[in-house]
Every structure is written in C-alpha cells, then in structure tokens.
C-alpha cells in the first residue's frame, strides 16, 4: 500500500503575537489541531484520481478539491500574487538570509540537502524573547514555515524545510498579499499526481486538507467530528481517533466497497 507520512502540526504559537498571525493571514491556519490520518482511505483516493483531468473519477461522475475547499479547510488567503520567488541555490545564500531575516544561521549539521531541520526553527522560535517588534515577527516567520511544512505544504522528508520558503517572508508586510490557498491546492494536486503513477511508492503534501475534503464531501467515509461547528473546517475531526478508535482500522477494502456502491442521490 502507498505510504502517507502524514506531518501533524504539534507547533503552537506564543499568545503575544496573534495580532501579527492575522496581518500575516495565516492566524485561522494556526488553529488546526492534529488530524490524524486515515491510510486506507488515502490509498483508495489516490486510485480513483485521473492527472489528465485532475479530478476523482467515481461511479458516479468526476469531482475534485477546489479554491472554495480550501478557504473553508485551511482557512487561508485565495486572492493575492501566485506563490513564486527565486530559491535560495547556495549555503552562503541561505546563511545570509538566515541571518538578515532571523538574526541566525544554521550550521551545516542543522542543515539537510536543500532545506533546515526542524529542530532547528523550533529551538529558535523558543529562544526568542519576545520585548520589540523585530523578534515578534521573527517569532510569526518562524511558526509560518513550521506551518507550510507540516500540515500545508509538506515534503517527504518530514523532519527539514526547503530553503524556497525563506524569500517569500523576507518582507514581512508582503506575506499576507500571497495567494497560499492556491499554493496549497497546487501542490496537492501535484502530489496526487505522482503518487497515482504505478512506481510511486509514497505520497506528501497536505494530507490534512485531501482528508477533510473527502470527509465534508463524502460523509458517510468520516469518522465522527468531535467539535462540529468549528473553524477552519479541519479542527471539526482535531483529535479525531479519541472518539472514534473503530474508523482508525478500517481497512482499504472499507473504503473501496464504499466507493463502489456510491449512488447519486
């Protein structure tokens, strides 16, 4: 079966800097609690997906993950500029970055291929006392990345983030004018894309968003949510295996009957 490495976000943010989350946009994103995952229904997802078309093809017709989806789930931004900058190439260029936007640089053991450990941003994030201005940003830059690399734009490596995210937060009143709602469906639709082709043996992205979609849209597959009027929409399942340990082990035969028999209707 296709491995998911699911990064949940353990990363809480220090109180004192939520005003900066909402100017940044991503202050609903923060919200989102563990959401566990769901294997078998992912594999059965990732089957019925058509990357000529983009959509899932089920028996009843064709449907897909759309912008609108994404708001509700991830309560994120749509309108803006299209998530792009020049990457960082260079270990010079990322310790010269690091140090102009965090006052920091990572060491090479900090450091894995193209992107910085974790445990590095978080121990920063930890460390900064937050008395001026300039550290509350730092602090928001820091929670944001950890964001984009666990529950929003996640890699496979799930222990490092790419240098590419740096750049895009240098300016920090420019971070809310991105469109990171886009950037996130983007990448899911890319994810599901290769994990659909036959020698892929493992899938990324936000498996948060990809889950909580086919649980709003499909929801006799959902485990029961344990806080229902909640937003974003995926803090409705937050925790969710609390509740319900049954769904947890269902098996991908489960899903795939359910899918089978779906009806119009």
Same mark, same amino acid.
């Given at each position: 079966m296709?491995?998911?490495?699911?990064?949940?976000?353990?990363?809480?943010?220090?109180?004192?800097?939520e005003e900066h989350?909402?100017?940044?946009?991503?202050?609903?994103?923060?919200?989102?609690? &563990?959401?566990q995952?769901q294997? +078998?229904?992912?594999?059965?997802?990732?089957? @019925?997906?058509h990357?000529?078309?983009?959509?899932?093809?089920?028996? &009843?017709g064709?449907? +897909?993950?759309?912008?609108?989806?994404?708001a509700?789930?991830?309560?994120? %931004?749509?309108?803006?500029l299209?998530?792009?900058?020049?990457t &960082?190439s260079?270990?010079?260029?990322?310790?010269?970055?690091?140090?102009?936007?965090?006052? +920091?640089?990572?060491?090479?053991?900090?450091? !894995?291929?193209?992107?910085i450990?974790?445990?590095?941003?978080?121990?920063?994030?930890e @460390?900064?006392?937050?008395?001026?201005?300039?550290?509350?940003?730092r602090?928001?830059?820091?929670?944001i990345?950890?964001?984009?690399?666990?529950?929003?734009?996640g890699d496979k490596?799930?222990?490092?983030?790419?240098?590419k995210?740096? %750049?895009?937060?240098?300016?920090f009143?420019?971070?809310?004018?991105?469109s990171?709602?886009?950037?996130?469906l983007?990448?899911?639709?890319?994810?599901?894309? !290769?994990a659909? !082709?036959?020698?892929?043996?493992?899938?990324?992205?936000?498996?948060?968003? /990809?889950?909580?979609?086919?649980?709003?849209?499909? %929801?006799?597959?959902? %485990?029961?949510?344990?806080?229902?009027?909640?937003?974003? /929409?995926?803090?409705?399942? !937050?925790?969710?295996?609390?509740?319900?340990?049954?769904?947890?082990?269902?098996?991908?035969?489960?899903?795939?009957?359910?899918?089978?028999?779906?009806?119009?209707?």
């Amino acid at each position: 079966m296709l491995t998911c490495d699911h990064s949940v976000s353990s990363d809480r943010y220090d109180d004192r800097v939520e005003e900066h989350l909402h100017f940044t946009g991503f202050y609903h994103a923060s919200q989102i609690g &563990i959401v566990q995952c769901q294997k +078998a229904l992912v594999y059965t997802l990732v089957k @019925r997906w058509h990357p000529d078309t983009h959509t899932f093809h089920l028996l &009843i017709g064709e449907c +897909a993950v759309t912008l609108e989806d994404v708001a509700m789930i991830l309560g994120l %931004p749509m309108d803006g500029l299209p998530v792009t900058r020049m990457t &960082i190439s260079s270990v010079e260029a990322l310790e010269a970055e690091c140090l102009h936007q965090f006052g +920091a640089a990572p060491r090479m053991s900090e450091c !894995r291929g193209s992107g910085i450990k974790l445990t590095w941003l978080r121990d920063l994030k930890e @460390r900064l006392q937050l008395t001026d201005e300039e550290n509350k940003q730092r602090h928001v830059k820091c929670h944001i990345i950890l964001l984009l690399d666990t529950i929003l734009l996640g890699d496979k490596s799930g222990s490092s983030v790419h240098w590419k995210f740096l %750049p895009l937060l240098r300016d920090f009143g420019s971070i809310a004018q991105f469109s990171w709602g886009s950037a996130c469906l983007a990448h899911l639709y890319r994810a599901l894309c !290769r994990a659909s !082709r036959f020698d892929c043996k493992k899938i990324d992205s936000s498996l948060t968003l /990809l889950l909580v979609w086919a649980w709003i849209r499909l %929801p006799f597959l959902a %485990p029961v949510p344990r806080e229902p009027r909640s937003f974003p /929409l995926a803090n409705r399942w !937050r925790n969710w295996e609390r509740g319900d340990r049954r769904f947890r082990y269902m098996k991908l035969a489960h899903f795939r009957k359910a899918f089978d028999d779906l009806q119009e209707g």
